[in-house]
């Protein structure tokens, strides 16, 4: 149950890594939107560790890191890039130099330009999986956007496409489209996104759970009142959609959910961390949840949750009663 057959007939462990964290720093204007600085060696070992146990998908986007996080998958990768699922995004642009956001890319040539630019970093001649990284573009205004993304893939340019968003009605207005295969979107224990799933149902596609963990928060090492991150962290001061993390502390409020739950995430030997992994699980057979890393130790956590599979629908049902408001 911890499997999941592609479009392209592949099946692979329903768990990737989410390479946004490993980007390094990225801005817009003061607001820090990467997640500090990074080790790439560290980065690197951890990607290969991950192929060790068995992941073979792998999420990232242009602008995590102004392009850094593709450029380091790529070297981490090597040679088996061949045998793994990479996604990446586009929409923002950005200066590689400065690491800043500099606006949005929702033209024909700038979409080519960048999916391009993405190939290059990636180092390969066709891209997997590509997102529509603007959750909230206008629907009728993303018309242009999936129609060169179709003209991309009859092109061989990319195989599959799908867009980062949380919106059903927006995943719903696509899904149909030859080569909508993909969504990603919110998915945790504080975050279930149970407006998204039935779509995944009715029109049979897969789904990439983006903060699996909360960003950290259901790793359960957090204390209340602990200010833990750099500035150039987006934990530390987050943008007002990051409800983790309040002026860097952890929220009070998820935290006690969290405290009232934590024994049950750990049953059967589980870590916190595994059985925010398993909950998902749990909860769709369409998703793959995607958590972030920066060490080989987080991505080793990660995979160990593959061995014990989804939370027990008893253990679930006792969850849901707990968390429902």
């Known amino acids: 149950m911890t499997d999941i057959t592609l479009w392209n007939g592949k099946t692979i462990p329903r768990l990737g890594m989410g390479c ?67 996604s990446t995004k586009f929409g923002n642009g950005f200066d590689p130099q400065t690491k800043q956001i ?66 059903p009605k927006k995943v719903e207005h696509f899904a149909s489209m030859d080569g909508f295969a993909f969504v990603q979107h919110n998915m945790n224990l504080f975050q279930p996104a149970q407006a998204m799933l039935p779509v995944l149902d009715q029109y049979s596609l897969t789904s990439m759970a983006r ?51 934590r024994e049950l995430l750990m049953s059967d030997g589980r870590t916190v961390t595994q059985g925010a992994l398993a909950w998902i699980w749990a909860k769709s057979p369409h998703v793959i949840p995607i958590p972030g890393f920066r060490t080989v130790r987080q991505v080793e956590e990660n995979a160990g949750a593959l061995e014990k599979g989804p939370l027990p629908a008893s253990i679930i049902d006792q969850i849901d009663e707990l968390t429902k408001s």
Request: net charge negative; proline share 4%.
């Open 20 to 86: 946004w964290a490993i980007g390094g720093q990225l801005w817009a204007d003061e607001q820090a939107l990467g997640w500090g600085d990074v080790d790439d060696r560290e980065s690197i070992a951890a990607i290969r560790r991950a192929l060790e146990l068995g992941i073979r998908c792998f999420d990232t986007a242009n602008v995590y890191g102004a392009g850094h996080s593709e450029t380091v998958l790529a070297e981490a990768l090597g040679s088996s890039a061949d045998n793994v699922l990479v």
């Open 102 to 167: 500099t606006g949005s890319v929702d033209d024909p040539v700038g979409i080519r330009a960048a999916i391009e630019a993405s190939l290059t970093r990636l180092k390969r001649d066709r891209l997997d999986l590509v997102y529509f990284h603007i959750n909230e573009h206008p629907v009728n205004a993303a018309e242009p956007v999936f129609e060169t993304l179709a003209q991309l893939r009859h092109e061989g340019k990319i195989d599959v496409f799908g867009w980062s968003t949380d919106d």
């Open 211 to 261: 903060q699996p963990l909360a960003m950290g928060l259901l790793s359960g090492k957090f204390k209340a009142g602990q200010k833990a991150f750099e500035p150039s962290d987006i934990r530390a001061n987050g943008p007002e959609w990051l409800s983790y993390f309040v002026d860097g502390k952890p929220n009070a409020e998820m935290l006690g959910t969290l405290e009232a739950i």
